[in-house]
């Protein structure tokens, strides 16, 4: 699963990174995110379908369908299972128009435990690439105002097994050499794995991150080493999800 991660680069590098055309359209303004969440308008690369070339937009977090009869079920729409979005309604009709998209995430979080003992995570790429998160978007015209929104929801898959004590699903993390395959090909069922653990870190955080307001650079530091020793062992004690 995936319902809070990081997405604090500038555009300009995020385009430099992801092969973004400058030309295409201009950046969008986005303020850096240590605790990006739900119905907040984020960073994802797209593909023209005429030219191919990828451009940045801003999106809203949380899909909702073109057929929906208002916009209030976004905020529940977050993720995509990705063994079944090409056939479920809300999600079939972004994955067969080849509405796809790369979420852009420096990391995100997970937590371990339950109640008050509910330790967060951060889990970023070893090589501290930022990710790119496959995911769907779709648009949803306002019946009233004839307003357009566009939203995206962020396709899940099994958890590697180093991440299954933090979450039995995790984010469609794709590897560098599948990105075009993924905005471009018909079906690309094929792509939907999971990034293997070893080419991920992962480390305990403050309990701030819980708060949505919070938003600062801090977040995704690590705890102090005590803390940190007992979160890994929660980690290493906690029960794999049913």
Known sequence: MCGQFVQHLPPARYGEIFDVDPALAALPNAPPRYNAAPTQDLMVVRRHPQTGARHLSLLRWGLVPSFAKDASGGARLI??????????????????????????????????????????????????RPMALAGLWDGWKDPATGQWLRTFAILTIAADPKL??????????????????????????????SFPGEGLDLWPVSARVNAVRNDDPDLPAPVPAEEAAAAMALLATAPEPA
């Open 164 to 193: 299954r004590p933090l979450h039995e699903r995790m984010p469609v993390i794709l590897p560098d050499g599948d990105i075009a395959a993924f905005l471009e090909r018909e079906d690309p069922r094929d792509l939907m794995r």
């Open 79 to 128: 993720n995509a299972r990705s063994e079944t979005a090409p056939d479920k309604p809300s999600f079939r009709s972004a994955w067969r128009a080849r509405r796809r998209c790369i979420v852009l995430a420096d990391g995100f979080y997970e937590w371990a435990g339950a109640g008050p003992r509910r330790q967060p995570f951060f889990i970023r790429r070893a090589d501290e």
